[in-house]
């Protein structure tokens, strides 16, 4: 592990002293030294704290010995495009399991996104979330559900609640799924995404809805990512059903009966 090492090139590098940085991550700077010394171990909170001071993920400050590195690529990690990740860095979850040790899927109802955003990493946070079970989801993975705002993501309606499962590797998402992104200024959105993480270093945002228009958003910006796996919603989908249309559909269906009764008499004979 490069932790101790990373963390002090890191820190020369921006040219800040270690009482700076102590202060900056609201730790002793007795702490920080002893991080950096390598006779101290930092905690999930403490290795999030420096991800996000330094826009490096947790996976490569552990992993990468940064020392290693020509001065080209640190520039560009030092610019926020993490090369050597690449969108699949380690994100460590907050989760919560039943009696029964499967886990829970916690319930982000809409006056608790904002908390959500500044405390998605606060086990008490996430520990005080509603939670339910769905048996047929597998348990082989992570689930989270939230509430969304707004008409960006018509037809599906605003207020429904969106199950999401958690995305490890960034990387592997595919262009054109929808998913639900925390992002460090907007917080909680529902979107599409077109993935240009591994070319870029960043992902566009798209609607659904053609008012609204996409926008980009850089992977350093990003703190979870849930793929969309299904909606719940008490509304029904917009449009109207004409007489004429309902008369029209059972018509079609009634022919549509009609030739498979045929096909099944024609292939006994």
Same mark, same amino acid.
Request: proline share 4%; charged share 25%; glycine share 6%.
């Given at each position: 592990?490069?932790?101790?090492?990373?963390?002090? /090139?890191?820190?020369?590098?921006?040219?800040?002293?270690?009482?700076?940085? *102590?202060? *900056?991550?609201?730790?002793?700077?007795?702490?920080?030294?002893?991080?950096?010394?390598?006779? !101290?171990?930092? $905690?999930?909170?403490?290795?999030?704290?420096?991800? %996000?001071?330094?826009?490096?993920?947790?996976?490569? /400050?552990?992993?990468?010995?940064?020392?290693?590195?020509?001065?080209?690529?640190?520039?560009?990690?030092?610019?926020?495009?993490? =090369?050597?990740?690449?969108?699949?860095?380690?994100?460590?979850?907050?989760?919560?399991?039943?009696?029964?040790?499967?886990?829970?899927?916690?319930?982000?109802?809409?006056? *608790?996104? !904002?908390?959500?955003?500044?405390?998605? *990493?606060?086990?008490?946070?996430?520990?005080?979330?509603? =939670?339910?079970?769905?048996?047929? /989801?597998?348990?082989?993975?992570?689930?989270?559900?939230?509430?969304?705002?707004?008409?960006?993501? /018509?037809?599906?309606? %605003? $207020?429904?609640?969106?199950?999401? %499962?958690?995305?490890?590797?960034?990387?592997?998402?595919?262009? $054109?799924? !929808?998913?639900?992104?925390?992002?460090?200024?907007?917080?909680?959105?529902?979107?599409?995404?077109?993935?240009?993480?591994?070319?870029?270093?960043?992902?566009?945002?798209?609607?659904?809805?053609?008012?609204?228009?996409?926008?980009?958003?850089? =992977?350093?910006?990003?703190?979870?990512?849930?793929?969309?796996?299904?909606?719940?919603?008490?509304?029904?989908?917009?449009?109207?059903?004409?007489?004429?249309?309902? !008369?029209?559909?059972?018509?079609?269906?009634?022919?549509?009966?009609?030739?498979?009764?045929?096909?099944?008499?024609?292939?006994?004979?």
């Amino acid at each position: 592990m490069y932790f101790n090492s990373n963390i002090k /090139l890191m820190r020369k590098r921006r040219g800040r002293t270690q009482d700076e940085v *102590a202060f *900056a991550l609201n730790m002793k700077r007795s702490t920080l030294s002893g991080y950096e010394n390598g006779v !101290a171990q930092p $905690g999930i909170q403490q290795l999030i704290a420096y991800s %996000e001071y330094f826009g490096i993920s947790v996976d490569t /400050l552990i992993k990468i010995d940064l020392s290693k590195l020509r001065e080209s690529e640190l520039r560009q990690l030092e610019s926020g495009f993490d =090369v050597f990740i690449k969108g699949s860095k380690l994100r460590i979850l907050t989760t919560t399991v039943d009696s029964s040790n499967n886990e829970n899927i916690e319930l982000v109802h809409e006056k *608790a996104k !904002a908390g959500y955003t500044r405390g998605f *990493a606060d086990p008490e946070f996430v520990r005080n979330l509603p =939670v339910f079970q769905l048996p047929f /989801l597998s348990p082989e993975r992570k689930y989270r559900t939230f509430q969304i705002s707004g008409d960006s993501m /018509l037809p599906i309606p %605003e $207020g429904a609640w969106i199950t999401g %499962e958690f995305v490890q590797d960034w990387s592997n998402l595919k262009t $054109g799924e !929808a998913c639900i992104v925390l992002t460090l200024d907007e917080g909680i959105v529902f979107k599409v995404i077109e993935n240009l993480i591994v070319k870029e270093g960043k992902v566009n945002l798209i609607s659904l809805n053609p008012s609204y228009k996409p926008y980009e958003l850089s =992977v350093v910006e990003i703190r979870e990512i849930w793929r969309f796996i299904h909606y719940i919603s008490d509304e029904l989908p917009s449009g109207e059903i004409s007489p004429a249309n309902l !008369a029209n559909t059972l018509n079609q269906l009634k022919q549509d009966v009609a030739l498979i009764k045929e096909r099944i008499v024609t292939n006994e004979e």
